[in-house]
């Protein structure tokens, strides 16, 4: 079986952050993804609404650099969580757990990229040019 989910959107709220009684820090957060289509003319959007959960250093690393907002790219698998309240009702819940999640920043220029690993614009070198190449 393969189970991998691939997600990139908003922050819906302040990462939360907890901790097992063995320690292992938990990070938890809402995203919002975006979905944009054409219905005849008219350009429609949907908007769906994901629980994440981090587990271990990439926890703490969330729970840091993270707020209500950021952008983030996150790779992991969907899993089900089940429970029974106090009263005997069911209850169920989808949440992806996160295996990576990269920070996005806000593009601030053209030749900047927008992707990076803790907040800040990752910059490329331009490219290398010599007299002998044909173009």
């Given at each position: 079986?393969?189970?991998?989910?691939?997600?990139?959107?908003?922050?819906?709220?302040?990462p939360e952050?907890?901790?097992?009684?063995?320690?292992?820090?938990?990070?938890?957060?809402g995203?919002?993804?975006?979905?944009?289509?054409?219905?005849?003319?008219?350009m429609?959007?949907?908007?769906?609404?994901?629980?994440?959960?981090?587990?271990?250093?990439?926890?703490?690393?969330?729970?840091?650099?993270?707020?209500?907002?950021?952008?983030?790219l996150?790779?992991?698998?969907?899993?089900?969580?089940?429970?029974?309240?106090?009263?005997?009702q069911?209850?169920?819940?989808?949440?992806?757990?996160?295996?990576?999640v990269?920070?996005?920043?806000?593009?601030?220029?053209?030749?900047?990229s927008?992707v990076?690993?803790?907040g800040?614009?990752?910059?490329?070198?331009?490219?290398?040019?010599?007299?002998?190449?044909?173009?």
């Open positions: 079986m393969f189970n991998k989910v691939i997600l990139i959107g908003n922050l819906t709220r302040d952050m907890r901790y097992t009684p063995q320690g292992t820090s938990v990070c938890n957060f995203m919002a993804v975006n979905r944009k289509y054409r219905q005849g003319d008219e429609k959007e949907e908007v769906t609404f994901i629980n994440i959960v981090v587990f271990g250093k990439q926890a703490d690393t969330c729970g840091q650099y993270l707020n209500k907002g950021s952008s983030a996150v790779e992991g698998r969907l899993q089900e969580r089940r429970w029974e309240t106090e009263d005997g069911k209850r169920s819940r989808h949440e992806v757990v996160a295996q990576s990269r920070f996005l920043s806000r593009k601030q220029g053209a030749g900047s927008d990076s690993e803790f800040g614009s990752e910059m490329s070198a331009p490219a290398e040019t010599t007299d002998i190449e044909p173009f």
